[in-house]
C-alpha cells in the first residue's frame, strides 16, 4: 500500500504538468515578432490592448501587416525585418525603403513551400516587393496583396509560376470581429 500513493502521486504530478501552457515565443531582437513581456501570458505588439500603439519600430504611419513570425495566430506589423506573409510564403532580412497607408516597397529575401524542392528555405531568393490595395479591418488598413518587382536570376520561370500559384500575391488578413 505504501508504494501505491507515492505512485499515485507521481503519476497524477506528471499528468498535471501535462496540461495547457501559454508560453511566449522569445524571438531575436528587432526582428518585428512579438517578444515576452514583464507579465506572463502578455505579448508587446503595435496594439497594447487598449487600442493605442505599443512599444517597438512598429509605430508610426502606414498601413500595417498580419505577421505570423512566430505566431500562428498572426500580430499587427509595420515594417518587419521577418514576414510570414502567408502560410506558403515568407519574406525575410527585409528592409522597407517606403511603408505609407497606400504601399510599402522593400527588398529582402523570399521563400516557401512552393520551393522546397529547390531548397530556397537554405537559399532564400532575393527579391523587390511591393505590398498595395489595403483594406480596412476592423478599423485598421492592413496591405491585402504584394507584387514582387525584381526576381532573383536563379529565381526560374518555373518557380514563379509556383509562387503564383501559391497564394495569388494576396496576403493573410486579419479575422473580422
Given at each position: 500500500?505504501?508504494?501505491?500513493?507515492?505512485?499515485?502521486?507521481?503519476?497524477?504530478?506528471?499528468?498535471?504538468?501535462?496540461?495547457?501552457?501559454?508560453?511566449t515565443p522569445q524571438l531575436p531582437e528587432g526582428t518585428g515578432a512579438p517578444q515576452a513581456t514583464e507579465?506572463?501570458?502578455?505579448?508587446a505588439s503595435p496594439d497594447n490592448g487598449e487600442g493605442g500603439p505599443g512599444p517597438g519600430p512598429q509605430e508610426g504611419g502606414g498601413a500595417?501587416?498580419?505577421?505570423?513570425?512566430?505566431?500562428?495566430?498572426?500580430f499587427d506589423d509595420q515594417?518587419?525585418?521577418?514576414?510570414?506573409?502567408?502560410?506558403f510564403t515568407t519574406f525575410s532580412d527585409m528592409e522597407w525603403s517606403?511603408?505609407?497607408?497606400?504601399?510599402?516597397?522593400?527588398e529582402g529575401e523570399l521563400s516557401g513551400t512552393w520551393c522546397m524542392d529547390q531548397e530556397?528555405?537554405?537559399?532564400?531568393?532575393?527579391?523587390?516587393?511591393?505590398?498595395?490595395?489595403?483594406?480596412?479591418v476592423n478599423g485598421t488598413a492592413y496591405f491585402s496583396t504584394y507584387t514582387v518587382t525584381e526576381y532573383d536570376d536563379d529565381m526560374s520561370p518555373?518557380?514563379?509560376q509556383a509562387l503564383e500559384d501559391a497564394d495569388d500575391g494576396r496576403l493573410s488578413l486579419p479575422n473580422t470581429e
Open positions: 500500500m505504501k508504494r501505491t500513493i507515492p505512485a499515485g502521486a507521481v503519476l497524477l504530478l506528471a499528468v498535471s504538468a501535462c496540461g495547457p501552457q501559454e508560453t507579465s506572463p501570458g502578455e505579448q500595417h501587416v498580419l505577421n505570423m513570425y512566430g505566431d500562428e495566430n498572426g515594417n518587419p525585418v521577418d514576414y510570414v506573409a502567408t502560410e517606403e511603408w505609407t497607408e497606400e504601399d510599402a516597397r522593400g530556397c528555405q537554405n537559399e532564400p531568393y532575393e527579391v523587390a516587393v511591393e505590398l498595395g490595395d489595403p483594406v480596412d518555373e518557380v514563379r
